[in-house]
């Protein structure tokens, strides 16, 4: 493999950022956007919380004290409905108060304000390496090989870009190897406000299964796909 860091399994992922100071968002937004396929920000805990209502997200990003909200209070809230999603906390409180509620809320990485650049970087990777499970390389039952940095399968002695949508819709399977994933589901994080027809998504799994296998993607009659791995 190449000299890819872990922070590249970003780029096809979305993240929803919360910060009030409109001008450390805007100084921050740009900096994700280097790193993310989309980058929403929003103002306050509320409008954080409706956001996730409206869309699927990979990683979340929030300051702690914000109006209507705050921050931890936010993320009590979306953890009851999602156990998993990487989360960083990035907050001028370094009190312990605020530390254990980070740590009891299973936070990835607490940075505090003004944010260090490296730590900042290294905290991305944290969350990227989490989304994979650790597992940057991931083996199929057929021997193909999906480099998760790179956006790359390996198979048969060749190897093969994906696209956007390939690689979204792959680690969306990955994710969930060991779950029937719905048409429905699939709609929901790949396209958010269009619904395309079934045909679509029939598209891009056709063009998977050419670079993968076809035997590394199950039809789930009536349901959908579950993704085979080693």
């Known amino acids: ?28 937004t740009e900096v994700l956007e280097m790193f993310f396929g989309q980058v929403v920000a929003v103002g306050d805990g509320r409008e954080a919380l409706d956001e996730m209502t409206l869309g ?11 109006p209507h909200l705050d921050g931890l209070e936010a993320i009590k809230a979306i953890r009851e409905e999602d156990k998993k999603i990487p989360i960083i906390i990035l907050s001028a409180h370094t009190e312990k108060a605020y530390l ?4 009891e809320l299973k936070i990835t990485k607490y940075l505090t304000k003004p944010y260090d650049e490296e730590a900042l970087l290294g905290a991305l990777e944290l969350v990227a390496l989490e989304l994979v499970d650790n597992h940057v390389d991931v083996l199929f039952s057929n021997g193909c090989i999906y480099h998760t940095d790179e956006k790359t399968v390996h198979r048969e002695g060749r190897m093969q870009q994906l696209s956007n949508n390939e690689s ?6 990955i994710q969930r190897e060991e779950q029937a994933v719905t ?5 929901d994080y790949m396209w958010e406000f269009e619904q395309p027809s079934k045909e679509a998504i029939k598209s ?27």
């Open 1 to 28: 493999m190449s000299s890819y860091s872990p922070i590249e399994i970003l780029s096809n992922k979305k993240v929803l950022y919360a910060e009030d100071e409109e001008g450390i968002r805007e100084n921050i």
């Open 100 to 103: 254990w509620r980070a740590v």
């Open 183 to 187: 048409f429905e589901q699939i709609y």
């Open 204 to 230: 891009i799994i056709k063009e998977l299964r050419r670079k993968i296998g076809t035997e590394c993607i199950k039809n789930i009659y009536g349901i959908g796909y579950r993704i085979a791995l080693q």
């Open 56 to 66: 699927n997200y990979d990683v979340l990003i929030f300051d702690i004290c914000m």
């Open 168 to 173: 979204r819709l792959l680690e969306f399977l």
